[in-house]
């Protein structure tokens, strides 16, 4: 039979007799806090009408990199064209800077002084 030395474990009573006079002394709650996250900031990729790139370029680079149809990138073309500018799609921050990269990057390659920018949504 293995003998323990009960003393070195405390143990608790519900004898209001005992123990300190303080009540709950040496206990201890954690409350818990409710985190709220806020959801991402949202930006809007806008790309800007010039008078020199192609407005199949344009409707190209809103197939290619938004991913729209041929019918909704006709529209947002002709949209840009005529209000000057043109909301290609909503995204958190990262993607949105990317999308501006990539659309500037293409409008380089193939020449054209295509405008594209960022602003919040």
């Known amino acids: 039979m293995i003998f323990m030395n009960l ?70 073309m002709l949209k840009i064209h005529h209000e000057g500018r043109g909301v290609c799609g909503v995204y958190t921050k990262d993607v949105a800077a990317t999308k501006v990269e990539l659309v500037l990057a293409a409008a380089r390659r193939a020449g054209h002084p295509l405008q594209c920018i960022l602003e919040t949504a």
């Open 7 to 76: 003393s070195l474990f405390p143990i608790a009573s519900n004898d209001p007799g005992q123990g300190s006079s303080e009540e709950g002394a040496g206990s201890v709650v954690a409350e818990k806090e409710a985190l709220q996250t806020e959801p991402p900031k949202l930006y809007r990729v806008v790309m800007l009408n010039d008078d020199y790139t192609p407005m199949e370029f344009v409707v190209y680079v809103l197939q290619e990199l938004f991913r729209h149809d041929v019918e909704t990138a006709t529209q947002i």
